[in-house]
């Protein structure tokens, strides 16, 4: 079985958030809340004369080791069989402790406000019916149907690759292997699927 | 050194989550302290008030943390599934053992009650050993809620082992000066609970510069946390001079120049109850993590 990971070049990311848009509408994400599965974050670094402007694309890690799903009072945050860290929106409690636990700032409450807003929006096709803690599912119904994740297929400077990490022939394990593309936070030993080239 | 620009105060957890860890860390202290005055025979009268005072408080905090925090409180039934390695699982695991047990070890002291005297008949033979359990499930509740705070990595201000111990020592010291002050309501006045509470401050403010020294020392989140919290006016008086300071000179006082005064224990529960919740509000509401950023 393939493990996905995907590999984000922020050398070449421009900005433009399509990934982001792409997302919120294959997901339905509560854009109206400014709440994102993924976002490239506009960072700038520092002081004047040495200043410095980085755009950084966010997401879930499905990490190996998730420190989210340690922490999940009611496993309501759990790995499938392909490795990827999802949540059973209807055993979530809405505790928030994954959001603590959580390095990379990947998970958001969809609220009511936010439940009741996506049913006037999307009406009757909703996907959130109930209040739960949101993340990046690695768009999994559309890895079912052999497609890329949303963020990636829609990305203009393709800087985001998709790929099976235990491929050696894979652009992503290469990036990987070479010591080019680094997972974030490797200190706190949650062994991230996602990797960085910058 | 430039601070780095993308800090940012955690937005998982917000005031309710002090006021339950704190009323339950209280109302578990306050179970545990009462089965020690039990087993030892100190006074029987107060089993009862202290246990019920425990239950009590131990059913606000389980109300806060139902009604008021989580998004989807039913879905409690399910904060069972994961106790391996939930400290909330444990949390929850906690609070129900205290509550039966508790129950099931302060009715016997209600005998005299007539709509009780056969349960209280029967459960008597086992008050010891429901009270052990209560009292056990009393020392661990504000250890595991320390830990569900110390567990984020990513948290560095409160990932420390000495949250578990401050949550721990405050309670107990919170516990001990309501149950000195019960104690004083009816008439009786104990130095030990006086010494108690002096020997509970002083860890409490050994553990509070261990806990400065981690932040110090510790990542750039830490320092920053601790700066902030430091910076609050409401930290500084609630917590250091009302919380430690007061109690720890006021107890010092009693102690060694042998005074009895009537107001003593009802001021250091106060001050105790003060200084124990603004440390917990000022920890939770100060959490500071940084985004990964590899910049």
């Not at chain 1, 982001?20 to 520092?46: F, H, M």
């Not at chain 2, 006021?19 to 545990?32: M, N, R």
């Not at chain 2, 904060?79 to 390695?85: F, M």
């Not at chain 2, 906690?94 to 099931?104: C, D, K, P, T």
């Amino acid at each position: 079985m393939a493990r996905l990971g995907m590999v984000i070049d922020m050398r070449s990311c421009v900005g433009c958030q399509a990934c982001s848009a792409a997302c919120s509408l294959e997901n339905q994400t509560p854009y109206w809340s400014d709440k994102w599965r993924t976002r490239v974050k506009d960072i700038e670094k520092g002081v004047y004369p040495n200043t410095g402007r980085h755009l950084v694309p966010t997401i879930c890690m499905h990490c190996e080791d998730p420190a989210c799903m340690a922490v999940c009072p009611s496993k309501a945050t759990f790995k499938n069989e392909d490795g990827f860290v999802l949540v059973d929106y209807d055993t979530c409690l809405g505790c928030k402790a994954c959001m603590a636990a959580c390095p990379y700032g990947a998970r958001y409450v969809y609220d009511k406000e936010d439940i009741a807003e996506a049913r006037a929006v999307y009406g009757d096709s909703a996907q959130h019916q109930k209040v739960h803690i949101d993340k990046c599912t690695f768009c999994q119904d559309r890895i079912a149907r052999g497609m890329e994740p949303a963020c990636a297929a829609t990305c203009p400077t393709a800087s985001r690759m998709v790929g099976d990490l235990d491929d050696p022939g894979s652009s992503v394990a290469k990036a990987v292997s070479s010591g080019l593309a680094k997972p974030l936070r490797q200190d706190l030993g949650t062994g991230p699927r996602i990797f960085y080239i910058y | 050194m430039a601070k780095p620009m993308h800090l940012e105060r955690q937005e998982a957890y917000e005031w309710p989550v002090a006021v339950y860890l704190f009323l339950g860390g209280f109302g578990g202290a306050l179970i545990t302290l009462a089965f020690v005055l039990h087993f030892f025979k100190a006074s029987a009268s107060m089993t009862g008030p202290a246990v019920l005072s425990g239950l009590i408080l131990f059913a606000l905090a389980g109300a806060a943390l139902v009604f008021f925090d989580l998004e989807r409180p039913v879905n409690a039934i399910y904060s069972l599934n994961n106790a391996k390695t939930s400290g909330i699982s444990w949390d929850v695991i906690l609070i129900a053992l205290n509550f039966v047990s508790g129950i099931l070890f302060v009715l016997p002291e209600y005998g005299s009650i007539e709509a009780l005297n056969g349960l209280a008949g029967a459960l008597a033979p086992y008050q010891a050993l429901f009270g052990a359990i209560a009292a056990i499930a009393g020392l661990l509740f504000p250890i595991i809620s320390g830990g569900l705070l110390a567990a984020p990595a990513s948290i560095p201000l409160w990932h420390t082992p000495a949250l578990p111990l401050l949550f721990l020592v405050t309670s107990f010291a919170l516990g001990l000066a309501y149950l000195g002050s019960l104690f004083t309501l009816s008439g009786t006045v104990y130095a030990s609970f006086t010494g108690g509470i002096l020997a509970l401050s002083l860890l409490t403010a050994g553990i509070s510069l261990a806990y400065l020294e981690h932040t110090h020392n510790g990542p750039v989140e830490a320092k920053e946390g601790a700066h902030r919290m430091l910076k609050t006016p409401r930290f500084i008086a609630l917590y250091f001079i009302i919380g430690l300071a007061f109690p720890l000179a006021l107890s010092a006082y009693l102690l060694f120049t042998g005074t009895v005064l009537t107001w003593a224990m009802p001021a250091l529960a106060v001050s105790l109850f003060l200084g124990g919740f603004a440390v917990r509000n000022c920890v939770i509401l100060n959490g500071v993590q940084t985004y990964p950023w590899p910049y």
